[in-house]
Structures are given as structure tokens and as C-alpha cells.
């Protein structure tokens, strides 16, 4: 088939499903997901086998573009108004979560799945340190949608939403130096200090080094082409985005941390910040989430699902009581209002967005290539699962906090979520 018709199919395939999941009041990426697996070669017959197999690159600057976004939603004066109790309670229940999650699959999993292969020091300890790194972040766009729907406002929604921007970041950071720590275990490299310390101080010096240049070079730049038009604007900073991922990835560099500080540099140091994250959100966000995401679910191998379903419970079921306890645990500590100790976990279930894309670098990594299959289908399988509960779980919270608006409306037009 030819590859234009394949990404027409895609690209329309995502859009009516995501539609369709938004008109259901769920997030639009689990329409998206929905259309990949419907159109996964091995349900439809008519789509290429190896069409997954052909798109890292599309993958690669998806992600390039969804860590600058992150990296632009971290303005340090935001940060300074936000206070001890949301910084708080991002750290608390991102590690909690991570270190609960990661223990339970390095210990749990081979008990659960006895017919899994590989032993626990270079298969299952890796295996638990890249799934609880995955583990921490959370996926906002279904809080918003609720949120707009039902008019919310209050400590717990501002909390709800503070939280899952930063954790995202923090997330990110989790899986920089999982991954590498990861790495030396299924190679079977020794401990030395150059493998343990040098080795991911390298990767994250360099990748925030590269990165911040790419920023500020972008700044200058902008500087220069002030009154130019949008589109220049979008193609230089496609362009730069490129150049700092591909540059970071030749130098052994993590390349999702450069691409996030290069936004961290565009946000804070750049005078038109909000018109260069407008123009994106207006021109590019939606296209690229529609293919990155209806791709994620075409990666989806049944016969591996099939395998992974205790993977999946079990990933699902730590996630949780990571989430909630160390919510609980960092507002306790940051102070929080009472309501906000009791409900903003609900808020932090869903999941998706920037863990499907850090699975699926597992596939470049040849060292990963025991488990990289395993690891894509439990993640995309347990995504399915939170957002679809995540929302209800959400509205859960704000009604329970009182802060629904008295004129909710009952549904939502597109135009407003």
C-alpha cells in the first residue's frame, strides 16, 4: 500500500475516533490509541506489517516536541507561586511511586509469571527500575476535560493540575536515569564508578548543556525574526528541535532531557514565550498527538498482551497505592488543606501522553531487546485501563471537594474542552 495513503488512514483513522472519545467525555488520546489498535496489522489485514517498524522517526520528533512542552510548562515564577505544598507533594508521589512500583516488578513479577525467562540481577532489578520510572508521570488532559466540564475550581483542582504538569518533568528525569542504570545491568557491565556515577552524569550533563544552547539559539534567533510570520517561527523551531535531539542522540546524550531544558530555556528567557507555546498548541499539537498516538496502538503485539495481563494488573494495582500514598505523604509534609490530602490522588491516576513514547524508545536500544515487547504492550494496555477510569475518578474528587461549579453543564461541546 502506498505510504501517503497509510498516513491518511492514520491520521483520519485517529481524528474520528479521538472525536468520538471526546463526544463520550474521555480524553481524545484514548481515541487515538483505540485507532491504532483497530488498525494494527494484525487486525487489519490491509495495513503494511511493518509499518510500526518504519516510523521511529516519527516517534523521535513526536517526542521532541511533546518534552519541549513539558519543559515550557516549568516557568520558574509559576513554580515560586505554586509553594511548598505542591512541590511536595509532585516529588513525594512521583518517587513513592516509582520505588513501589519498581520493587514489586523486580520481586513480585517472577513469582506471578514463573514462566518468565531471565534471572533477577540483569533481567527483572532493569526490568522493575525502566517500568517505575514509567510509572510516575500523569496524564493531564483528562483532569481538563472534567475540569471545564463540570466548571471545577478550588485548591484540589489547582493541586490536580500542578501536580501532573511537574511530574511529568520529574518522571522524565526518573527514566534518564533508569534507563542508563539499566542498561549496565543487562550488559552485564561491572560497578565501577565510571559505570554507576560517570556514565549518567555524562548523558544528563550533556543532554541539559545541549540542551540550554538550543534554547538560547533559539532566543537570538527569535530576537532577529521578531515580526516575521508564524510559519517561520514554527519551521525554525522544528528545526532546532531536530538539530538538539539528533545532536544529543550522536553524542550519547539523553536526548528527551535536552529537547525538555531547551523549552525550560524558551519559557523562562524568551520575552515571546506565550506567543511561541500558542502558536504551537493552535498549528501542530493536535496532528502530532493523532499520529504519535494512533502509531503507539498499532505497536500493540496480541500475542504478547496476551502474556503481559499479569504485568498489567500488576503495574496498575502498585501505580495506584503509589499515587495515593505518596500524595498523602507529601501533603502531610507540604501542609496541605485537608481536602486536598483526602481527594487529589483521583486526580493523578491517568496515565499516557509521555510514557508511550519513553516505552517505545526501548526499541532503538538493542540491550532492551529481551523485554522491550513485553514492557510497550503492559504500558499501552495499563494506559487503556487509566484513562478510561481516570476521568471518572477525577470527577469523583471534584464533587467530593465541592468544588463543582452550581451551573455544571451536563455535556461539554468540543469547542470547550
Known sequence: MDTT??????LFSGFVLGELAQRLMLPRVTGYIIAGILLNPQI???MPRDIAGHTEFVTNFALSFITFSIGGS??????KKLGRSILSITFFEAETTFLIVALAVAFTLP???????????????????IIGA?????DPTGTLAVKHQYKAKGDVTSTILGVSAFDDALGLMNFSVAIVVAEVLVLHESFSVSNS???PLLQIGGAFVVGALFGFVFNYIGRLIRKDTEGVLIVMLFSL???CYGLAHLANFDELLATMTMGIVVTNFNEQRDRVFEILERYTEEMIFVLFFTLSGMYLDFSILATTAVGVALYTVTRTIGKFSGTYAGAVIGHSPKLVKRYTAFGLIPSGGIIIGLALLLKQNPAFDAFADV???????????????????????????????????IHVPPSEV
Do not use: M
Not at 495513503?5 to 492514520?10: F, K, S
Not at 516549568?74 to 513554580?79: A, F, R, S
Not at 514509567?134 to 500523569?138: D, G, V
Open 197 to 199: 556515577l560517570g556514565k
Open 111 to 129: 513469582l506471578l509469571a514463573p514462566g518468565t525467562h531471565g534471572d533477577f540481577l540483569h533481567t527483572f532489578r532493569p526490568l522493575g527500575l
Open 375 to 409: 514492557v510497550i504492550n503492559a504500558i499501552i494496555g495499563a494506559t487503556v485501563i487509566h484513562e478510561l477510569v481516570g476521568p471518572i475518578l477525577v470527577q469523583i474528587a471534584l464533587k467530593k471537594s465541592g468544588e463543582v461549579g452550581r451551573n455544571a453543564l
Open 44 to 46: 487489519a489485514s490491509f
Open 74 to 79: 516549568l516557568i520558574y515564577t509559576h513554580i
Open 241 to 243: 528541535l531536530g538539530l
Open 5 to 10: 495513503l497509510v498516513i491518511g488512514i492514520i
Open 134 to 138: 514509567l510509572a510516575s508521570p500523569t
